[in-house]
């Protein structure tokens, strides 16, 4: 992996050149969603599991 790849794991952000209402609606609502995404995640977890370091 090339410390580039390193860096951004999921590659650089590149902004839309426009996007419309329905889009920022999309994107808000992802955000909203993110808390419960990310609890159901980690509900099985134990306290090891959720010490592990990145």
């Known amino acids: ?3 580039e790849q390193m860096k ?3 590659g ?3 902004p ?3 996007y419309t209402n ?3 609606r999309h994107w808000i609502n992802e955000i909203k969603m ?4 990310m609890r ?4 099985s ?4 599991q959720l010490d592990t370091p990145y």
Do not use: H, R
């Open 8 to 10: 951004y794991p999921v």
């Open 16 to 18: 839309p050149a426009s």
């Open 1 to 3: 992996m090339t410390d």
């Open 40 to 43: 159901q995640a980690i509900i």
């Open 34 to 37: 993110l808390p419960g995404k």
């Open 12 to 14: 650089k952000f590149i």
């Open 22 to 24: 329905e889009d920022l």
């Open 45 to 48: 977890l134990n306290d090891k």
